[in-house]
């Protein structure tokens, strides 16, 4: 194709060239003669005879006096591009056999090498722009409804901050209220409290409970650790590279592939046996593991201890020990007392605990019983109320102060866009498949691959930011362009995952296309009307640098 | 809080440091290997037993039989160890002095391999006939040459060869006595229960060595004999002991070159005797070592037995055509002698001496055994840009767009393995590379090309038709048992080698290539003609093998054992490969393939790297001296990887590194998977702007490589020239290997290697002028030498203009070097101390071979001086001179300076002359008997002055003088 081109040159072709070509409009005016015929570089380094501007020889420091030869580097060629739009292309694509589609003129090559397709050109062209004109109108629309869904939603937070600031003010009051009971009941018993406390029960079973908690928060970091190394392992076993040509690499894939009941990565040809094979091994691993535990009832299983042990050990141990008197200091007799119940007959238990709270209030009269048990019930309930009361406050301030937040962010420049247009997508997750993977990326939340075909799903990472570029301006199109999620899931052997999202305007949300640049690098594109600003707009700033807007056509 | 503690741990678990070094338990040391121990322990013995030593080999005078046409003489040789062993030697003497000795044993159980010179050679050598020889009592001798100067003899008891020239000894084989030929033996029942009483039993030992009488020689256990182990892998040796041992002794010269490929300096340090350099010989066994260190007598990845042994008074090389694992021991007895010992697994001795007696000759002689350089495709001398992997036809499509943007030069884009669906080459994985012809022909647009890989190793399912075929028709390499299909792994998985060595493999693989439909069988009709090809791995490289290569044992066609032909394996896939590229268009183009395992005679069928190099400074700059080395073994178009394979090199790195990239023949960055990103464009300022020139400085001077070319493809001569070769009697320039020569140019680089580097000491080696490329700065050298201090900032490479020289370049930056082929000339004129200069400029069109038809332009540019004061700068053609000596291996009998290439590029002209040195500003400058020419002439330093400082310059604005025709310039 290229030789083609080349190979029918007409001879003359050699020298003359016209004195304007290539010359960018703005500096026509400078390329005339003096009047001695001489002519002087633009910057005013040398001056030479006229007849050396486009001789196709580069005499000028700053190379221009050769605008249209291409004989000084660094230099732009201006192509005319009658009937379509003038272009610049730099000098080393002048006269170098192939037509630029830049130059649809042809009037970078040697003549009778480039037809005029200026035409035809102008036309795609335009056609082009017509389509991008729609998808903008479009998606502006969508991206008006985005603003207005700001707005509303600005609105909504502006209520639940107002309506929630109402609500802690009750709820300020409520609990300045609980708190005067609480501290009044335990005031009371503030030094009785301090005896109790004593008791080795009680600090036995406060360090039951520190063991427990140490003991929680150990395993919990070694469940981590665990599921972090499983990743490693994982990620070593799908993706290690052979290329390491490391024995104790495929030594450790086979390891860990025996221990988890996985099949070995790398059986070729043997893919239907041993998925069956694994499959058998997959299914009797956890049985043999659940029997094992299945031994004692009173042993607590590994979901118990996942769901119940915080429960346990948020327990109000002083409002235990508190009812714990109520078991310990009652007389011996009193238990008979209180046990008597459980040998009456149903119909008569009611007037036996009028009874009872008749006969008990006068033995405590008497000094017989000691009041303290019904008081230190007291102080534990008040407490509790207070506690309950705190942290619904709490909850409510969370809720008002997220919402404050929320509100800063929507019109914020740096968060959901100065009109807010970004709002609407919060949390979209946008998905496509690519290969043995779908990846996913939740807008303004966290990316993910996860596999088709069963395995463990990575973290790509978390939104960080916008185009971090210095060279961007925050607020423009290009600073919104492009979203940064990192701090993923760290590679076997490299970086911590990380994805760029490259983001333009399209009518719907969706994301394109996936690729891995670098190990663990992603670049994703997509599209989003959030980033269809109105094209009158886009037409205002485009006519602002109208010679910029057609540099790059 | 609590999350957080938890992973700054497990990252403290992953922060540990990762060190880059060779695995070196993967490769096996002297000791390890049997025959090696066993070669080693032998000249242990000579040493020790010194004056007492003899050689048991001996010539039977009465078997001396000289050929009819007296070019070839054959004698019996018998060992006094094994009396009954027949050995046959045989003498043959090529038409331009070479010798050639073999030796084979006769009627032996088996057969040893004889064919490594066969794939080795470029054609049957030309005897010289009419040879006198003269059987002495003792000797038997001939003197031969054109001026009747080299002598060879050969002495009977016992056997040596010596070379002699001048009276004095250059080379000797055997002088030493290590000379032992192991024969074939069968493992008999005693053997068997020596070797394991030798094992077990320490009284047994004692009864052996009662018995063994020739423990003098052979030691007195059969060391590795029948089995060998190494690691968890058995080699069976199925024909027991094979090996050979020879010493070569060059009496007269105290240094030797050549033996590549290893990371070593160009002058070749010592492996034995006293404080070696290296405890290990060097050693040749194509292997694919990981991370190799940047300092070793360690084997790589190719192999070329070839020596040179070199003295201010004589060139003398060595071609020992061995296929098989050989190690080699250096030793420097002296400062002016030189003894090597060659140990190899199997084979026959064959031997070619290289009389020399400069390096000129010696590269001509051993051009005329294994061939030289094809001419290459032009293209393929711009800068190839590479990466494992880009990852899509858009990332290729990206990359290219980025080059454009910034105005950087770039000829060919690559693409490693990942293009292929699970590796199965030729299969694009669609799902990235979803359009792969659109994807070439958006490359091509641009003058570009591809480079795609292709790997050795077939995936063993059947839905990969080329595997299929390939097990169908059975030319896959077989296991030890000689049945079925040999399976080792690699990146594919589960993989087959194809055999090589089986001529049937050659047309099939030929037709893969095809981009049009084959009737029988799959083509590669998804690839076009701008796609060229990469053969990696081609040691092989086997994940699971010993050494991470193929086991020994191993099955070749006509049964050769794997170790027999191992070295030579990789070139035969390379030259298969080149040759399917070359015939699958209908008028052959020329072939680009790229390979990293090579043997003598690979540079007949394209490039090759130095493998995965690291980023790190020690390899960019071990990297030269290998290149040096590959071009001295004739291998010329080589390269290393820009940027290191592994490793993120820091910008000044980087740019460093593509200073030394321009400067090599083949110029390629690459990097490995697990790299960040480093293309060009991707540098911060003022990096981005430093390697766009550099690259763009690479593209002015291809018209000096390309010429270079021409020559090496004629000649031999290396592209880049160490000093030695451009200065042969400078003894203090022998062990330079950090600068070099460009061809014939006169150009010398000092490419700087070290980090925060601001200045370079250069060596000039002469009484003459040199100038600063860039600045035009008039050096002066001694006729004793002299070390010149120059600036080296990062932007600054060390370029020289040697003075007498001619420089053609084309300075307009282009995308791609075949956008340059209308673009015109500028010559540098660099006026020697005396005021001539000269240099020749060649052109074809770089893409077909009509240049075997005399469609080329060949050029001489010579400024001279005439008594009037003036300075005359000519061109000529020099091809109606020397049709002959044109075109590598067609000897044109005439030439046409108007044939159609030189009327296609009629109308490319000089477009400016530069003139460095001139004693004062001219009265008139004008193209001979035509009109004064424009010109500006800024004064100086002159080149017959004694001072230094920068040159007068002369510069001749637009000649408008053609390339093509004959033109004179007159200065007065």
Redesign the interface.
């Known amino acids: 194709?290229?030789w083609l081109l080349?190979?029918p040159?007409p001879?003359p072709?050699?020298g003359v060239v016209e004195k304007t070509l290539g010359i960018a409009p703005h500096l026509v005016s400078k390329y005339v003669p003096s009047r001695s015929n001489t002519w002087t570089c633009l910057d005013g380094s040398k001056e030479i005879p006229w007849d050396y501007v486009n001789?196709?020889?580069c005499?000028c420091a700053d190379g221009s006096d050769e605008p249209g030869t291409?004989?000084c580097?660094?230099q732009s060629f201006y192509c005319q591009n009658e009937g379509h739009i003038g272009s610049f292309i730099?000098?080393?694509?002048v006269?170098?056999?192939?037509c630029e589609p830049n130059c649809c003129d042809g009037s970078d090559e040697r003549p009778g090498v480039c037809n005029n397709v200026c035409q035809e050109v102008g036309q795609a062209y335009k056609t082009k722009a017509a389509e991008e004109t729609k998808i903008r109108k479009t998606g502006s629309k969508i991206r008006s409804t985005y603003i207005a869904y700001a707005h509303k939603e600005k609105k909504r937070l502006e209520e639940v901050i107002e309506t929630s600031a109402a609500q802690i003010t009750t709820q300020e009051k409520e609990v300045a209220r609980l708190r005067d009971i609480a501290e009044r009941a335990e005031s009371l018993s503030a030094a009785a409290l301090e005896m109790k406390q004593q008791s080795p029960l009680y600090t036995s079973l406060i360090t039951h409970s520190n063991a427990l908690k140490s003991l929680q928060?150990e395993h919990?970091?070694h469940l981590?650790?665990e599921k972090?190394l499983s990743n490693i392992l994982d990620a070593l076993r799908s993706g290690y590279?052979?290329?390491?040509?490391?024995?104790a690499v495929l030594e450790a894939v086979r390891g860990w592939e025996e221990i988890a009941g996985l099949p070995h990565i790398?059986d070729?040809?043997k893919d239907s046996v041993s998925d069956e094979e694994a499959g058998v091994e997959e299914d009797t691993v956890p049985d043999v593991a659940q029997t094992k535990e299945e031994v004692d009832d009173e042993i607590w299983s590994a979901e118990e201890l996942e769901n119940d042990l915080d429960d346990l050990l948020n327990s109000d141990y002083i409002s235990l020990l508190l009812e714990h008197d109520e078991y310990v200091q009652s007389p011996p007799e009193g238990s008979v007392l209180f046990d008597i119940a459980s040998y009456l007959p149903d119909s008569v238990v009611p007037q036996y605990e009028e009874f009872k709270e008749t006969i008990l209030s006068l033995l405590v009269s008497f000094g017989i019983i000691k009041s303290e048990t019904s008081s230190s019930t007291d102080t534990s309930r008040s407490r509790q109320a207070l506690t309950d009361a705190e942290n619904e406050l709490n909850k409510v301030k969370k809720e008002k102060e997220n919402a404050e937040n929320d509100l800063k962010e929507i019109f914020n420049i740096h968060g959901y866009g100065l009109e807010g247009e970004w709002k609407k997508v919060d949390g979209t997750c946008l998905r496509t498949e690519?290969?043995d993977y779908t990846y996913e990326v939740c807008l303004f939340g966290e990316a993910k691959q996860i596999p088709n075909k069963g395995g463990s799903t990575f973290s790509l990472g978390k939104f960080a930011s916008w185009n971090p570029s210095p060279d961007i301006k925050p607020g423009d199109e290009a600073y919104y362009q492009k979203q940064i999620y990192n701090r993923g899931t760290?590679c076997w052997?490299?970086p911590e995952r990380n994805v760029v999202l490259l983001l333009s305007c399209g009518t719907e949300n969706t994301l394109n296309?996936v690729?891995?640049?670098?190990?663990c690098e992603y670049q994703f594109t997509g599209t989003t009307p959030a980033l269809c600003r109105p094209l009158d707009s886009f037409e205002g700033r485009n006519g602002k640098k109208s010679n910029a807007g057609k540099d790059e056509l | 809080m609590r999350s957080v503690v938890l992973f700054g741990s497990f990252y403290a678990l992953l922060a540990l440091p990762h060190a880059l070094a060779v695995k070196s338990q993967d490769f096996k040391t002297c000791s390890q290997s049997g025959f090696c121990r066993r070669g080693r322990a032998l000249a242990a013995r000579a040493q020790e037993a010194q004056s007492s030593w003899k050689s048991p080999y001996t010539v039977d005078p009465s078997s001396i039989v000289i050929s009819s046409d007296d070019s070839t003489v054959k004698a019996a040789v018998k060992s006094s160890l094994y009396p009954e062993i027949k050995f046959g030697l045989e003498l043959r003497i090529h038409d331009d002095g070479v010798v050639r000795v073999l030796l084979d044993e006769v009627d032996g159980l088996k057969k040893r391999y004889d064919e490594a010179a066969s794939w080795a050679l470029v054609s049957e050598p030309k005897l010289s006939k009419g040879i006198r020889w003269a059987a002495g009592k003792k000797e038997l001798r001939a003197v031969f040459g054109e001026k009747n100067d080299i002598e060879v003899a050969v002495d009977y008891d016992p056997l040596r060869v010596r070379l002699r020239r001048g009276g004095e000894d250059q080379i000797v084989l055997n002088g030493r006595g290590l000379l032992h030929m192991e024969h074939f033996r069968s493992q008999t029942l005693k053997e068997t229960i020596e070797e394991v009483a030798s094992d077990e039993n320490a009284e047994g030992q004692e009864v052996l060595q009662v018995e063994n009488v020739r423990a003098w020689f052979e030691g007195d256990s059969e060391d590795a004999y029948w089995e060998e182990k190494f690691s968890s892998w058995t080699d069976s040796k199925p024909k027991g002991p094979e090996s050979l041992s020879l010493d070569i002794t060059f009496p007269n010269h105290g240094t030797v070159y050549g033996i590549p490929q290893h990371a070593t300096n160009l002058s070749l340090p010592s492996t034995t005797g006293d404080s070696p350099s290296y405890t290990d010989p060097f050693r040749l066994y194509n292997a694919d070592v990981f991370e190799y260190l940047a300092s070793s007598p360690m084997s790589l990845y190719g192999s070329i037995p070839v020596m040179h042994a070199h003295s201010a008074d004589t060139t003398v090389g060595l071609f020992n055509a061995v296929g098989s694992e050989t190690w080699i021991d250096i030793s420097y007895p002296t400062k002016k002698s030189t003894h090597t010992h060659w140990i190899s697994e199997s084979g026959i001795m064959d031997v070619f001496l290289l009389p020399g007696p400069t390096p000129e000759e010696v590269f001509a002689q051993y051009a005329r055994l294994t061939g030289t350089t094809a001419l290459p495709a032009h293209w393929s001398l711009g800068y190839h840009q590479c990466r494992w992997n880009y990852v899509s036809s858009d990332d290729v499509r990206t990359v290219q767009r980025r080059f454009d943007e910034e105005d950087m030069p770039v000829d060919v884009f690559w693409l490693d393995i990942e293009y292929a669906q699970d590796h199965k080459y030729f299969i694009w994985d669609h799902k990235t590379f979803p359009d792969p012809v659109e994807m070439t022909n958006d490359v091509a647009a641009a003058g570009r090309k591809m480079v795609v890989i292709v790997d050795p190793h077939l995936k063993r399912t059947s839905d990969y038709p080329v595997y299929q075929e390939a097990s169908d028709l059975d030319i896959l390499v077989k296991p030890k048992s000689g049945e079925g299909e040999y399976e080792g792994w690699c990146w594919t998985g589960s993989s087959s080698w194809i055999d090589h060595f089986n001529p049937a493999s050659w047309d099939w693989w030929i037709s893969k290539f095809k981009t049009t439909q084959n009737d029988t069988g799959f083509s590669w009709t998804e690839s076009t003609e701008d796609i060229h090809i990469w053969n990696d791995m081609n040691e092989p490289s086997i994940f699971n093998g010993p050494e991470i290569t193929m086991p020994k044992d191993s099955i070749h066609h006509g049964g050769w054992e794997h170790r027999d032909v191992h070295n030579i394996n990789g070139m035969l896939f390379h030259n298969n490969t080149a040759q399917a590229v070359r015939l699958r268009s209908d008028i052959p183009k020329r072939p680009f393939v790229l390979t990293r395992s090579f043997f003598a005679g690979s540079q007949r069928v394209g490039a090759m790297w130095t493998g995965d190099n690291l980023g790190t400074w020690d390899h960019m700059a071990v990297g030269v001296k290998m290149v040096l080395a590959n071009g001295i073994a004739g291998m010329a178009f080589a390269g290393s990887d820009v940027g290191g394979f592994f490793g993120n090199p820091e910008p000044e790195m980087l740019v460093r590194w593509y200073q030394v990239g321009i400067f090599s023949p083949f110029f390629r960055a690459h990097a490995h998977i697990d790299t960040k990103r480093r293309e060009p464009f991707l540098l911060d300022e003022p990096y981005k702007s430093i390697v766009r020139d550099i690259l763009r400085l690479r593209y002015a001077m291809l018209p000096i490589w390309y010429t270079a070319f021409r020559e090496n493809s004629v000649t031999g001569m290396p592209i880049v020239r160490p000093h030695y070769v451009v200065f042969p009697q400078d003894t203090a320039g022998f062990a330079i290997d950090d600068q070099f020569f460009v061809g014939s140019s006169g150009i010398l680089v000092k490419p700087v290697t070290e980090k925060d580097k601001t200045e370079a000491t250069v060596y000039i080696a002469e009484d003459q002028v040199y100038y600063d490329y860039f600045t035009q700065y008039a050096y002066r050298g001694s006729s004793k030498g002299k070390h010149i201090t120059v600036a080296a900032e990062l932007h600054q490479v060390p370029v020289f203009i040697r003075g007498g020289s001619i420089i053609p370049t084309r300075e307009r930056p282009r995308r791609s070097s075949p956008l340059m082929k209308l673009d015109p000339f500028t010559l540098r004129v660099a006026l020697s101390k005396t005021g001539t200069a000269r240099g020749d400029l060649y052109l074809d069109d770089g893409i077909t071979y009509s240049h075997q038809q005399g469609e080329f332009v060949w050029r001489e540019f010579v400024a001279e001086q005439s008594q009037k004061k003036t300075t005359r700068i000519s061109s000529r053609d020099l091809a109606s001179h020397n049709p002959g000596k044109a075109v590598d291996g067609i000897a044109l009998t005439t030439f046409d300076p108007k044939n159609a290439f030189a009327k296609e590029i009629e109308e490319v002209r000089v477009e400016k002359i530069v003139v460095l040195g001139l004693n004062s500003k001219p009265r008139s400058v004008n193209v001979e008997g035509g009109a004064e020419l424009k010109w500006e002439f800024v004064p100086g330093v002159a080149a017959s002055d004694k001072k230094e400082g920068v040159s007068s310059v002369l510069i001749i604005k637009d000649p408008k003088v053609l390339i093509t025709t004959d033109w004179a310039i007159v200065i007065s």
């Not at chain 1, 730099?90 to 694509?93: A, E, T």
């Not at chain 1, 006269?95 to 192939?98: F, P």
């Not at chain 1, 590279?241 to 024995?247: E, F, L, R, S, T």
């Not at chain 1, 690729?515 to 190990?519: S, Y």
């Open positions: 194709m290229l080349l190979l040159l001879l072709a050699l001789d196709d020889s005499d291409g004989a580097p660094n730099p000098s080393s694509r006269r170098d056999g192939l928060r919990k970091k981590q650790r972090e590279n052979p290329n390491y040509q490391d024995m790398n070729v040809g690519n290969g760290r052997n490299g296309s690729v891995e640049l670098e190990k």
